[in-house]
Protein backbone atom coordinates (compact mmCIF):
# COMPACT_ATOMS: atom_id res chain seq x y z
CA UNK A 1 0.00 0.00 0.00
CA UNK A 2 1.15 3.56 -0.35
CA UNK A 3 0.95 6.24 2.07
CA UNK A 4 0.37 10.01 1.27
CA UNK A 5 1.43 13.04 3.21
CA UNK A 6 0.76 16.64 1.78
CA UNK A 7 2.12 19.65 2.51
CA UNK A 8 2.36 23.28 1.49
CA UNK A 9 -1.31 24.75 2.10
CA UNK A 10 -1.48 28.16 3.52
CA UNK A 11 -3.02 31.54 3.96
CA UNK A 12 -2.90 33.67 0.31
CA UNK A 13 -4.50 36.60 -0.91
CA UNK A 14 -6.67 36.45 -4.28
CA UNK A 15 -4.58 36.61 -7.28
CA UNK A 16 -1.19 34.87 -5.45
CA UNK A 17 0.15 31.27 -5.97
CA UNK A 18 0.74 28.29 -3.82
CA UNK A 19 2.60 25.39 -3.97
CA UNK A 20 1.24 21.88 -2.88
CA UNK A 21 3.10 18.67 -2.62
CA UNK A 22 2.49 15.08 -2.14
CA UNK A 23 5.17 12.73 -0.69
CA UNK A 24 4.16 8.85 -1.64
CA UNK A 25 5.79 6.45 0.69
CA UNK A 26 5.41 2.65 1.14
CA UNK A 27 5.16 1.36 -2.51
CA UNK A 28 6.95 3.10 -5.90
CA UNK A 29 4.42 6.30 -6.93
CA UNK A 30 4.99 5.15 -10.06
CA UNK A 31 2.76 2.09 -9.46
CA UNK A 32 -0.44 5.20 -9.31
CA UNK A 33 -1.97 7.72 -11.31
CA UNK A 34 -1.79 10.61 -8.81
CA UNK A 35 -4.81 13.06 -8.10
CA UNK A 36 -5.99 16.43 -6.45
CA UNK A 37 -9.14 16.70 -5.14
CA UNK A 38 -10.56 19.62 -2.78
CA UNK A 39 -13.76 20.11 -0.20
CA UNK A 40 -14.94 22.89 1.07
CA UNK A 41 -16.85 23.75 3.66
CA UNK A 42 -20.51 22.08 3.33
CA UNK A 43 -19.54 20.98 -0.48
CA UNK A 44 -18.84 17.96 -1.95
CA UNK A 45 -15.22 16.92 -2.40
CA UNK A 46 -14.04 17.72 -5.88
CA UNK A 47 -11.85 16.73 -8.47
CA UNK A 48 -9.15 19.29 -9.47
CA UNK A 49 -6.39 17.64 -11.38
CA UNK A 50 -4.58 13.98 -11.74
CA UNK A 51 -1.47 13.05 -14.06
CA UNK A 52 -1.21 9.14 -14.80
CA UNK A 53 1.55 7.07 -13.71
CA UNK A 54 4.24 8.22 -16.46
CA UNK A 55 3.58 11.81 -16.36
CA UNK A 56 2.56 11.39 -20.16
CA UNK A 57 -1.26 12.94 -19.44
CA UNK A 58 -2.49 15.22 -17.01
CA UNK A 59 -6.16 16.47 -16.33
CA UNK A 60 -7.92 19.35 -14.97
CA UNK A 61 -11.03 20.35 -13.76
CA UNK A 62 -12.64 23.51 -16.23
CA UNK A 63 -12.27 25.53 -12.89
CA UNK A 64 -8.67 25.46 -12.70
CA UNK A 65 -7.71 25.20 -16.01
CA UNK A 66 -5.48 27.16 -16.87
CA UNK A 67 -4.52 27.87 -13.61
CA UNK A 68 -3.63 25.07 -11.76
CA UNK A 69 -0.30 23.14 -12.97
CA UNK A 70 0.43 18.72 -11.76
CA UNK A 71 3.31 17.22 -11.97
CA UNK A 72 5.25 14.33 -10.40
CA UNK A 73 8.47 13.34 -9.85
CA UNK A 74 8.84 9.80 -9.82
CA UNK A 75 12.18 9.35 -8.67
CA UNK A 76 11.28 11.51 -6.00
CA UNK A 77 7.85 9.97 -5.01
CA UNK A 78 6.21 13.22 -4.97
CA UNK A 79 3.76 15.13 -6.80
CA UNK A 80 3.03 18.74 -7.18
CA UNK A 81 -0.21 21.13 -7.49
CA UNK A 82 1.25 24.42 -9.06
CA UNK A 83 -1.79 26.78 -8.08
CA UNK A 84 -1.83 30.17 -9.63
CA UNK A 85 -4.13 33.10 -10.10
CA UNK A 86 -5.74 31.81 -6.80
CA UNK A 87 -9.54 32.78 -6.08
CA UNK A 88 -11.73 32.89 -3.19
CA UNK A 89 -13.78 30.57 -4.34
CA UNK A 90 -10.65 27.96 -4.52
CA UNK A 91 -10.66 27.81 -0.73
CA UNK A 92 -10.78 24.02 0.94
CA UNK A 93 -9.21 21.36 1.96
CA UNK A 94 -6.90 19.91 -0.64
CA UNK A 95 -6.12 15.93 -0.67
CA UNK A 96 -3.81 14.12 -2.73
CA UNK A 97 -4.94 10.48 -3.49
CA UNK A 98 -3.44 7.38 -5.50
CA UNK A 99 -5.38 4.96 -7.88
CA UNK A 100 -3.53 2.00 -8.64
CA UNK A 101 -4.09 1.54 -12.65
CA UNK A 102 -1.75 2.42 -15.97
CA UNK A 103 -4.59 4.02 -17.67
CA UNK A 104 -4.50 7.36 -19.18
CA UNK A 105 -8.59 7.28 -19.87
CA UNK A 106 -10.12 10.72 -18.50
CA UNK A 107 -13.13 9.41 -17.48
CA UNK A 108 -11.43 6.60 -15.26
CA UNK A 109 -8.99 8.24 -13.47
CA UNK A 110 -11.45 10.81 -12.05
CA UNK A 111 -12.65 8.61 -9.26
CA UNK A 112 -12.32 5.54 -7.79
CA UNK A 113 -9.37 6.36 -5.38
CA UNK A 114 -8.20 3.74 -3.00
CA UNK A 115 -5.67 5.72 -1.16
CA UNK A 116 -5.45 9.41 0.13
CA UNK A 117 -3.77 11.39 2.32
CA UNK A 118 -4.53 13.81 5.32
CA UNK A 119 -5.47 16.70 3.28
CA UNK A 120 -4.31 20.88 3.55
CA UNK A 121 -6.02 23.78 4.13
CA UNK A 122 -5.96 26.23 1.46
CA UNK A 123 -7.57 29.80 2.43
CA UNK A 124 -7.50 32.54 -0.23
CA UNK A 125 -8.58 35.70 1.12
CA UNK A 126 -9.79 39.00 -0.88
Known amino acids: QVQLAESGGGLVQAGGSLRLSCAAS????????MGWFRQAPGKVREFVAV????????YYADSVKGRFTISRDNAKNTVTLQMNSLKTEDTATYYC???????????????????WGQGTQVTVSS
Open 97 to 115: AAKRTASVDWNFLQSGYGY
Open 26 to 33: GRAASDYA
Open 51 to 58: ISRSGSNS
